[in-house]
């Protein structure tokens, strides 16, 4: 039962990180920075919380930077194989869950696919792609701010920065319109070039009253999860994706590893660590240290439940807490961005919804989908990956049932497993006095077997 280490780990053989760390010890990802500058207009609001993105755009006012070092470090620990990080006492992960209290985003609904930029053929009712750009905008940017179907940010900032006083509802929608791209394009779903908005989001924003029915969640981790996999990759540092939601969850997950001063607790539960800037000096012995603390982590340092305490409950907006969304954070089932399809593996993470983690089921090998980005034509993704839409559409048939209980963690039983088979530590022995000898806790023992 559960994985056996030539499957669990089969990329180290390829090109993980973690199969080579010894030869570059002090490796470090960059990430994008971000490029959205508009600033959010009253105006826009109600556009953006019929679109379930309204909590998400005051974050724009709560920015932090990301601490690289630190982010390098998780990143050694992030397999591609389980979509989880291996961590001295187990697995844990960025689930459905924490989108939802990190960013504010709505996990239910339809998935956020179909075509990237030839609209008139998929679509009904959809324009060629900058004759719909020019209705639903209002204007086109010159031949210079535009690399393919992308637009440069620089424009839109400058085009769309301030919508006019006394502006009529059709200019409101145009400027809503623009900021919602910005939006997406730089907070969600920013791409390695750190600075173009692609058009893809033209169908979207042209029914803005129907930008609600879709799981933004499910889309965003389903970007991260794949940023996360390529940056694994020995030959890949630079990060995109949406890295206010990994560096949140790494800060509320591991008090040891969090900055000190930044107790005030507000909504989306990310805004906690406004204007945090690690600097940018000595990020080669930052990693270093950061993969030491990780190695040297103890149980009881990583916490299972963050959301369940009160000043959290005292601060979330129920919208996150509604039934239909807060059944599918137990989901296994598919994420789905476009042409990006990942697994949602909560099934490896119990604890982290209350249950006790027994030994896992093999993990579902989705090796062949990694390639799979929308490159070499357009398509309608729907269609071209039908089987894993339909795992979403189901979405509701595979929610997993188990006992909740007052001590959440792993099991004896899987912690035998994962002493025997798990990547637990990433230093040479000899750094750490060998700590793979530390038994397993009684308390393990008394959870039973999950």
Known sequence: MGDDPGRLYRLDGVAHIAGVINDEPRRCISSVRRQQGMRLNERYVPYLQMAGLYHLARLNDRWFRLDEPLVSAFVERWRPETHTFHMPFGECTITLQDVAYQLGLPVDGDYVSGCLTDFHLYIEGGRPAWQWFHELLGVLPPENQVQKFAVNCTWFQETFAECPDGADEETVRRFARAYIMMLLGTQLFADKSGNRIHIRWLPYVARLEEMGRYSWASAALAWLYRCMCRVAN????????????????????????????????????????????????????????????????????????????????????????????????????????FAVVEWHQVDRVLPQFGGVQPIPSPALNIDFLMSKDGRGGDRWFPAQYPEWHLHWQERADHILQFDIVPDPGPSHEFLTWWYQHGKRFLLPEMLLGDPRGVPIPDEATQRGAG
Request: proline share 10%.
């Open 234 to 337: 020995r030959h890949v540092v630079k990060l995109a994706g949406p890295l206010q939601l990994l560096q949140s969850w790494i800060f509320w997950r591991f008090p040891t590893l969090r900055p000190s001063g930044y107790d005030e607790i507000s909504w989306p539960l990310a805004s906690r660590w406004s204007g945090y800037n690690p600097g940018i000096s000595n990020k080669g012995p930052r990693v270093q240290m950061a993969r030491m603390k990780i190695d040297l982590l103890q149980p009881r340092q990583f916490i299972w439940m963050p959301y369940s305490a009160v000043d959290v409950i005292q601060v979330v907006h129920p919208e996150v807490l509604e039934p239909r969304h807060t059944m599918l954070w137990r989901c296994r089932t598919s994420l789905i961005y």
